[in-house]
């Protein structure tokens, strides 16, 4: 029977269960990353597994959101990630080196083999055809020990590129063309595989533009062939070695299918809120802005900035604004410098800042209250650059090149066409460590605290509802990322305490007074992030339970991982300050909730596999693992 991309890497990598679309499989890993904002938890829990090393074929511990070491604490988190990292033998990016995903795919990458990350965007490895998937750290530590990792097989969405981008369209328009047809819900129980003629047309790192960003419609993975752009790429990054051909089988079978002619595309802009806002650059061109910011993940590639640099250059950016840019990895960082790009820019009044996460997580260039921020990142809603009260719009190098010369958003297709195309890449791994084993002494700081253990779900829960927030809250809306948080990873007790802080600052309080209780939700609870904190806090504060209309994936299966069911119930019928009760003696049964303010007894589902009750009842994935 023919296969689609993913099916031939998941069936070469299915070791419990079958290839049946909708049922759970556990399937081998051979690739792990971790970053520093959730590499510490992930860490410690893979120490309590009590193993002597790592078991992954390669893992690699990268510094990156918080690199600039803007508190003590998250220097003392660096030191505890390298040390850890070396004792058990991983590899290590040190701060400077950039985001994991663009050094994963640049250095480690290999397609057709798998990669589970314990960050959002580790899909972004699909550019080079390999399966990326986005987890919480305890499944990362669980696979860096060489465990299974569990996924219920996802439908996939097939979407056929033909023609080639025109001058002002970027790889980043079709990933937002999508993101505006399928909407930020569009990719939950997908995996996204492109296919077509005009796939021949994009390079590796526009490639990996595409599946960086489209995790933000909510898809398990993104990817694209492995073929002879990538066999090049490889080849310039000297690891040709590592290249195989990974293809669909002619007459593969598709759940759906969407077509996109790239010579119809144009520079397109994603305004505040979420990144399906999608607007023409014609509905919002003169938009008066305050930043720009060039660089993260999606765009910190040297082809990305190389294009914003050839468009600033001889120029200068506008004086009312602010423009940073920051590229993705230290390759990118020295082929600017070696080509005067780094000077053209410095001199066109850019700010140039080192390889790293930086102001895409909210660390630094924090936006103004009610000020407007242009970024080419991923990731505009509320609170993302570290204040609720400035705006995020997201766009492509191009836009953000020409709108840093107009102090407003602007359409590059007024400007002269800039070409550029890369033929050879600088090789640098000064700043990757190879470990050196188990007689490196592990150095922790006295930010970094041990979780608490795990323990049995008893037969009832009962408690407030402490919290009813609306529909699609993000994993930032419930831990806040940015300056607030960033440096307390480490110290859950502390990490807790700014719990849903931009939606209501006293829940903490309230929740530890309670000692615990229930949070209601609606549609999309938990998009986002792959940040397990913001199940873990939650867990921290005593919330026993979430009832939601329905869940994002990764936030669902970290609320799992820490013991907290995720019910799904008609949620306008529970409201905050409600005093529930659940008997959860048997899970298989039919369940209800006792309302005992209204008096009320309402109807509540799950959808937990046999494993996940399993880990539900021993108190979460740790206490499973290790029972
Ligand atoms: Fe870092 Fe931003 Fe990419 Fe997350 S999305 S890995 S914060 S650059």
Redesign the pocket.
Known sequence: MPQTITEKILAQHIREGELTKGTPVGIQIDHCLT?DSTGTMAWLEFESLGLDRVKAETVVSYS??TSLGFKGESTDDHIFLQTIASHYGAKFSKNGNG???QLHYERFGVPGKTLLGS?S?TPTAGGLGMLGIGAGGVDVAVAMGGGLFYLTVPQTLRVVLTGELPWGAAAKDIAFEILRRISVKGGVGYFLEFDGPGVKALTVPERATITNLCTETGATSSIFPSDEITRQFLAMEQRESDWVEVQADPGAVYDKTIEINLSELKPLVAMPGMPDNVFDIEDVEGTKIDQVYIG???NGSYQDVKIAAEILKGKKVSSEIDVVVSPGSRQAWEMLMEDGSFLEMTKAGVRMIEPG?NA??GIGFVPGNEHLSLRT???NWKGRGGNKFGKLALCSPQVAAASALAGAIADPRKLPEVNVSVSSLTIDDTLILDPAGPSTEIRRGPNIVALRPQTPLPQKLAGEVLLKVGDGISTDGILPAGPLTQHLRSNLPEIAKFTFFYEDKDFAARATEKNGGFIVGGDNYGQG?SREHAALAPWQLGVKAVFAKNYARIHRANLINVGIIPFTADTDRLNQGDELEVDVSDLNASLSVLNRTTGEQIEICHDLSARELDMIRAGGLLAYTTQ
């Open positions: 970053q990156d959101h985001v994991c995903h960050d965007h993260s993940c999606t996460c895409c997580i990142v991923n990731r992030s």
